[in-house]
């Protein structure tokens, strides 16, 4: 049984959060703002993490925390799934938490089926890369060789190793699967948000902005190219 943690200011809300997870197969984990009362931001990510989730939804207004600062030093430390959730609606804050590590954006109020949709088809996507091959090596163009964990979002290159978002993973594992070759911007949405009406180009791009730094940080420059009007390709 798949467990989903909550972490949401609004206890009634969070209550029937756990209740519907519950009512539909899944083990609900609500961490209330009584539990984390007096906890610092280090201190909650570490309790989270030893919750040992499948997937969080994250509530952005916490009390005394900042939800994005908090998905995104999260991120740093675990590669588990975040579903953001707001009564911010705003495009701002949507870009503001891709770019910083979630995997989904849902404004409040929303329809829980809609939630549920959205939570099954992260939780399937990482099915499919859990069956996936366990490590991968691929030589690039400038010769280094990238090692790519890609199921555990672990990447290693000439200067060191580290973990990527499952949207980067996504990202990585399209433009690896097709070395050489052009991958249109339109293939890379479909894949990670399914219908592109989830997605503006606008955050694509900060996804793939980030993926490229985080490449850069362990030796792997120039690796991926944008081919303007066309898409991108990896050499």
Sequence with gaps: ?????????????????????ETNGYEGRYISPDEYAGM???????TVIGEDLDLLLLDIGLPGINGVHLCKNFRKKSSVPIIMITGDDSEMTELMSITNGADDFVPKPFNTQILLA??????????RDD???????IKLESGAIMSAMLPKGKITGPEGSLELSKNEIQILKILTDNKGEVVTREEIMNLLWDNQ???DDNTLTVNMTRLKGKLEEIGIKDAIVTKRGMGYLFR
């Design 40 to 46: 610092d931001e280090a201190k909650l990510i570490d």
């Design 197 to 199: 009406s989830f997605v």
């Design 1 to 21: 049984m798949k467990k989903i943690g909550i972490l949401e200011d609004d206890i009634k809300l969070g209550s029937e959060l756990k209740y519907f997870l």
């Design 131 to 137: 069956k996936a091959d366990d490590v991968t090596e």
């Design 118 to 127: 959205r939570m099954e088809r992260i939780l399937e996507r990482l099915k």
